[in-house]
T-cell receptor, first 114, second 119 residues
Framework: KQEVTQIPAALSVPEGENLVLNCSFT??????LQWFRQDPGKGLTSLLL???SQREQTSGRLNASLDKSSGRSTLYIAASQPGDSATYLC????WGAGSYQLTFGKGTKLSVIP | GAVVSQHPSRVICKSGTSVKIECRSL??????MFWYRQFPKKSLMLMAT?????????EQGVEKDKFLINHASLTLSTLTVTSAHPEDSSFYIC???????????????FGPGTRLTVL
């Protein structure tokens, strides 16, 4: 059974710092990996999706990498801002029950201090 | 764009009552919808996979008679929590799959979630 682990569980940084969030998964047979953002009491916003054949994806200040063979992904946030404060979830996609299903990590709660 | 809505966003009910939550894909047809629940400081746990026109596939440990799922159309799936109890209080999130050029590029779009509180 797939297990997704995110480290650290919480992170507090001063505004302007660069930071890295980590995600690891136990079964490397994935189709893609996604990073989501979740604000308190809200749904999920997809940030980046990396196909299993890709190594990284970039969107603005965000860069996500994927090392499928070692079961690891990182989300790099450059020049952090207070508006980046949220919980960041990592999820991997695998085939199951006739569709691609997502398995989520518990998330990393990020606080960016002004 | 791809927008998924949920209704209601928040519901409070008495123990023993049933609550229905709707999930709609507003600008695309979704042959597959998923229902998740999320406890505080926990990950999203998949409850069931809902395919239009067929019975939902429930994950291990999820009671199908308690969490009734109906996917009657390509844009609507409903989750009914029957005889709700305080331990059912949680954040319920749905997602809908938008088909890409191939199955491997299908993308799930998430609803804003429904906060259920059972007194």
């Amino acid at each position: 059974k797939q297990e997704v682990t995110q480290i650290p569980a919480a992170l507090s940084v001063p505004e302007g710092e660069n930071l890295v969030l980590n995600c690891s998964f136990t079964d490397s047979a994935i189709y893609n990996l996604q990073w989501f953002r979740q604000d308190p009491g809200k749904g999920l916003t997809s940030l980046l999706l990396i196909q299993s054949s890709q190594r990284e994806q970039t969107s603005g200040r965000l860069n996500a990498s994927l090392d499928k063979s070692s079961g690891r992904s990182t989300l790099y946030i450059a020049a952090s801002q207070p508006g980046d404060s949220a919980t960041y979830l990592c999820a991997v996609s695998q085939w199951g029950a006739g569709s691609y299903q997502l398995t989520f990590g518990k998330g990393t709660k990020l606080s960016v201090i002004p | 764009g791809a927008v998924v809505s949920q209704h209601p966003s928040r519901v409070i009910c008495k123990s023993g009552t049933s609550v229905k939550i709707e999930c709609r894909s507003l600008d695309f047809q979704a042959t597959t919808m998923f229902w998740y629940r999320q406890f505080p400081k926990k990950s999203l746990m998949l409850m069931a996979t809902s395919n239009e026109g067929s019975k939902a596939t429930y994950e291990q440990g999820v009671e199908k008679d308690k969490f009734l799922i109906n996917h009657a159309s390509l844009t609507l799936s409903t989750l009914t929590v029957t005889s709700a109890h305080p331990e059912d209080s949680s954040f319920y999130i749905c997602s809908a799959t938008k088909r890409g050029p191939s199955q491997s590029t299908d993308t799930q779009y998430f609803g804003p979630g429904t906060r259920l509180t059972v007194l």
